[in-house]
């Protein structure tokens, strides 16, 4: 058998072999064919598809000058709480510092942010969801769901049901195993 992780250059594409060897890492040597790996490859695959057609119907919902990358935040900014800094939203993303900078800009600029001051750190500054931002993420949601809505049927939605717990342990593993290092 190939050992991937040896033999694949890596350009920082999770979705990659190189990303893919680091994900099934340890399980490789015990497969006895290649396909386990496939399917493992298949399903990302599969997901970074889903990712693209889903975030680019998303984007098509979103106001101008807002893109499903700033949506992202506004997300995570509601599920995982307010007083993140920059620097741990960069890192919650995986964007760089100026990248997530400039996508904050965008989101105060909207009103959908509030950038203030860190109470302890002078040095620091927090990130704080708006009510403004609030009401945009639950406009935007309905928004994708009336046009997922046009063309997903109750089997669709049977099996995106079925699917979530499996995908959020998933999920769960890979954030967990954000830098596993490749021996």
């Known amino acids: 058998m190939v050992d991937f992780r040896k033999t ?3 350009f920082g594409n ?4 190189a990303g893919l060897a680091r994900i099934v890492e ?4 015990r497969m006895d064919s290649g396909n386990k790996a496939g399917q493992v490859f298949a399903f990302f695959n599969e997901v970074a598809i889903i990712d693209q057609l889903g975030t680019t119907l998303l984007g098509k919902v979103l106001p101008d000058g807002v893109h499903p990358s700033h949506f992202a935040i506004v ?3 509601a599920r995982a709480g307010n007083g993140k800094t920059p ?4 890192s919650a993303m995986q964007v760089t510092k ?7 800009k965008v989101l105060e ?15 620091s500054k927090n990130v704080f969801l708006t009510d403004s931002g609030r009401a945009f993420q639950g406009e935007a949601i309905g928004a994708a769901a009336r046009t997922f809505s046009q063309f997903l049927r109750e089997s669709h939605i049977d099996t995106i049901s079925d699917l979530l717990p499996g995908l959020a342990a998933i999920r769960t593993l890979l954030d967990q195993n954000r830098n596993p290092g490749i021996k």
């Open 87 to 90: 620097g741990a939203l960069a």
């Open 98 to 104: 100026a990248t997530m900078s400039h996508s904050l």
């Open 14 to 17: 999770p979705f990659g072999i």
């Open 109 to 123: 600029g909207h009103g959908f942010i509030e950038i203030r001051p860190n109470g302890t750190d002078a040095r």
């Open 75 to 77: 997300v995570h900014l």
């Open 26 to 29: 340890g399980t490789l040597d």
């Open 8 to 10: 694949a250059p890596s």
